[in-house]
T-cell receptor
């Protein structure tokens, strides 16, 4: 079965430190992967998707097919980055696509 | 455009009861997906509706059901509630255009507490 694994429940860093949120997926084909973010008291929202190859709020994520990973990175963390981050993979099932989410990683950026 | 709305926002029920949650998608969006969010499991896919038809289903027992109306609004029903059903239930809507994936826009969720 297709799975998305986020090994860390909590990642705690200081402001200005580099951040790497880990995500591994299991999928034999060409995956389509996403990072979603949920700030405190806000809705879950799309942060970035790998096919866009863009940087959003300083975050980037590179798909590594060899390691089946899609880690989210930011060189210098800011306090406003504190949030819950979910990695997700698009799964083709029953003729249609559905999103499979990881368990999430809480990022806490301390001043 | 108004975002995805969900009602009610909070709900307290007792074991054995049933509950109905409602989701109104963004105007023009025809696909509605439901997720259960818990601290330990993260987001788990429940089901997706498009044009009043369930297109996809997750691994949840038959106590969880849903439907979609002609105006794309969707309801989710949970019968014979169990303590483990306590969670935040999220609804997401998206445009559908062929086989291309369209971004899902999430609602604020309904917080269900089962006592």
């Amino acid at each position: 079965a297709q799975r998305v694994t986020q090994p860390e429940k909590l990642l705690s860093v200081f402001k200005g430190a580099p951040v790497e949120l880990k995500c591994n997926y299991s999928y034999s084909g060409s995956p389509e992967l996403f990072w979603y973010v949920q700030y405190s008291r806000q809705r879950l929202q799309l942060l970035l998707r790998h096919i866009s190859r863009e940087s959003i709020k300083g975050f980037t994520a590179d798909l590594n097919k060899g390691e089946t990973s899609f880690h989210l990175k930011k060189p210098f963390a800011q306090e406003e980055d504190s949030a819950m981050y979910y990695c997700a993979s698009l799964m083709f099932s029953g003729g249609y696509n559905k999103l499979i989410f990881g368990a999430g990683t809480r990022l806490a950026v301390h001043p | 455009k108004a975002g995805v709305t969900q009602t009610p926002r909070y709900l307290i029920k007792t074991r054995g009861q049933q509950v109905t949650l409602s989701c109104s998608p963004i105007s023009g969006h025809r696909s509605v997906s439901w997720y259960q969010q818990t601290p330990g499991q993260g987001l788990q896919f429940l089901f997706e509706y498009f044009s009043e038809t369930q297109r996809n289903k997750g691994n949840f027992p038959g106590r969880f059901s849903g439907r979609q109306f002609s105006n794309s609004r969707s309801e989710m029903n949970v019968s014979t509630l169990e303590l483990g059903d306590s969670a935040l239930y999220l609804c997401a809507s998206s445009l559908v255009s062929g086989s291309t994936y369209n971004e899902q826009f999430f609602g604020p969720g309904t917080r269900l507490t089962v006592l």
